[in-house]
């Protein structure tokens, strides 16, 4: 039987990208779409590229409506800092909540406050929240009423990372995260740094080991390492529209000790249908992943030191892939299930 959908926040890329897949899913039924829209209109009037695929109406935000709404399972494809302000009511009228900001990602709320310049409204759904990484809380995602859907840097470089840094392979003190995305990871938003004539034959980097997204970097790899740590996190802009490619450097523990990197890696994602692990110096290419829900990861060591590159759609396995993986694993559907 078909379970009912909302997105709010329809018109942005990861949106978007929400309702392509959930269109192809013979397991969901939309009913419900939300944006920003002065007026209720055709969701293909807003986004031409949908005309001939479906006809539903996408309305203005309005909270009550979301909430009273048909629907057994709502994403929130919202700007970070707004889903607190809805997750909890829709809580309490029984939805499902995918939520695709930040909101509900980072356990520690001074750390939050801090990455994000507000204060957090919900704390207590913020220690209820499953954080939406299949590979490493599945068991977890099953049962959750509220899932914090990954961002797209973390997701990259926790599944680069999680193989060695959870069999004590590499020093967690030791890992440094080059970082390239393209500029659908910033949103759908007008600003001077991302219009054409800057970004064009052009490529640089911001927010140098200052990025939002470090925290919650942070925080998965510390449980993995069982102490904390602080990455050095450096992303890059580039001149294209989506994709993610992270080179990964960290120190090999027990410099003497020669590891079969690729095996273990392999072995600690056999069952995963999304991460691909490559042989060594196989370095897969943006090319590789995007209009797929595919992580691709390749590794080599070199002496003391070891390199991973990890590559991903910022679009798919960064936002809407992955948060439609965790609702067919919430809702039990196979798990690949309109992502292949």
């Not at 925080?219 to 996190?233: D, P, R, T």
């Not at 691709?296 to 910022?314: L, P, Q, R, T, W």
Request: charged share 25%.
């Amino acid at each position: 039987m078909a379970i009912n959908v909302s997105i709010v926040g329809a018109t942005g890329y990861t949106g978007q990208e929400l309702i392509e897949v959930l269109l192809r899913h013979p397991d969901v039924r939309l009913t419900g779409l939300y944006s920003t829209t002065d007026k209720p209109q055709k969701i293909w009037d807003l986004i031409p590229s949908l005309k001939n695929k479906t006809d539903l109406i996408c309305k203005k935000l309005d909270k009550k409506d979301i909430v009273s709404g048909k629907s057994d399972v709502v994403f929130l494809a919202l700007p970070h800092t707004f889903a607190m302000d809805i997750v909890a009511d829709l809580l309490k009228a029984g939805k499902y909540v995918i939520d695709l900001s930040a909101d509900y990602r980072i356990k520690n709320t001074k750390v939050y406050e801090q990455a994000y310049n507000i204060k957090h409204k919900d704390k207590g759904n913020l220690l209820k929240a499953v954080y939406g990484l299949p590979e490493l809380y599945r068991s977890k995602i099953k049962g959750a009423k509220l899932v914090a859907n990954p961002g797209c840097y973390p997701t990259a470089a926790i599944l680069a990372l999680a193989p060695l840094v959870a069999l004590g392979l590499i020093d967690p003190d030791s890992i440094i995260i080059d970082a390239k995305s393209g500029t659908t990871g910033a949103g759908k938003k007008a600003e001077k740094e991302l219009l054409f004539s800057e970004i064009d034959e052009n490529f640089c980097a911001y927010k140098v080991n200052s990025h939002q997204h470090m925290p919650e970097i942070d925080q998965e790899l510390a449980k993995l390492a069982g102490k904390n740590l602080k990455v050095v996190f450096v992303p890059h802009l580039l001149p294209l529209k989506r994709g993610i490619l992270e080179t990964v450097y960290a120190k090999v523990k027990g410099s003497k000790q020669k590891f079969d990197f690729v095996s273990l890696c392999g072995k600690f994602y056999k069952k995963e249908p999304f991460v691909r692990i490559r042989q060594e110096g196989d370095w897969p290419c943006l090319k590789d992943v995007t209009g797929t829900n595919f992580c691709d990861i390749s590794m080599k060591a070199f002496g003391e030191n070891i390199i991973i590159v990890s590559a991903i759609d910022n679009l798919l396995k960064g936002a809407s892939g992955q948060a439609v993986q965790n609702m067919n694993i919430m809702f039990g559907f196979p798990e690949t299930t309109g992502l292949i």
